[in-house]
């Protein structure tokens, strides 16, 4: 945006395909940070958590003592995009989760792990989202989670051809099941983008 300083986005760091996102965060002209300590997030004004393994997240955000600071950051209203682990990470509730695997919580839904099992490890599909625009998505879903249910403070953005929501927003917050940071289509991190120049 023309005058508006570059936005400073974090990239949660512990684990996953975080290099991605910040080439892509960076090609959109955004001012990128890895995040993996807690004096890294205070200085960012968007986070984004990527797709990797959930249950590993969990434990490393609570081992680097992330978790707390990530969880008062998402209260407070910080900007924070989720992709597939991600979208697990920020989930109010996990169903499938490893034992004593915990979300940080945020959005209003429940998130199904691994909901097209073994047989299905990855699958591309293109998806209309009116939200980002005319033309459909093409989606990459990698041993992806579904959004199996959705409270009344969560919005469905994307559903797969059966009705399984696989993109939600509330707020500040964005969930996809699967990875825009893939594909050369950059719609959803511009969306997010956007929604952090108006937080
Ligand atoms: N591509 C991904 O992020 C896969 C998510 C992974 N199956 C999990 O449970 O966290």
Not at 3 to 8: Q, T
Not at 97 to 115: E, K, P, T, W
Request: with cysteine; glycine share 12%.
């Amino acid at each position: 945006m023309a005058g508006s300083p570059a936005p400073k986005v974090g990239v949660l760091a512990l684990q996953g395909d975080f290099r991605e996102h910040a080439n892509v965060l960076r090609g959109l002209g955004a001012e990128v940070s890895l995040v993996r300590r807690p004096e890294e997030l205070s200085a960012v004004d968007g986070l984004v958590i990527p797709g990797g393994e959930s249950s590993v997240m969990d434990k490393l955000a609570r081992a680097f003592g992330l978790a707390e600071p990530l969880k008062e950051a998402i209260h407070a209203g910080l900007p924070v995009y989720g992709t597939c682990a991600g979208l697990i990470m920020l989930a109010d509730s996990i169903v499938d989760g490893i034992r004593g695997q915990q979300s940080l919580g945020g959005l209003d839904v429940a998130v199904r792990r691994n909901a097209f099992g073994s047989q299905t490890e990855s699958f591309e599909t293109d998806l209309d989202i009116p939200a980002i625009g005319e033309h459909p998505l093409h989606a990459v879903f990698i041993r992806a989670p579904v959004v199996e249910s959705v409270g009344p403070l969560a919005t469905p953005l994307a559903a797969l051809t059966d009705g399984r929501v696989v993109a939600v927003e509330q707020g500040n917050l964005l969930g996809t099941s699967f990875h825009p940071e893939v594909t050369g289509d950059m719609r959803f991190h511009e969306y997010f983008l956007a929604k952090i120049h108006a937080a």
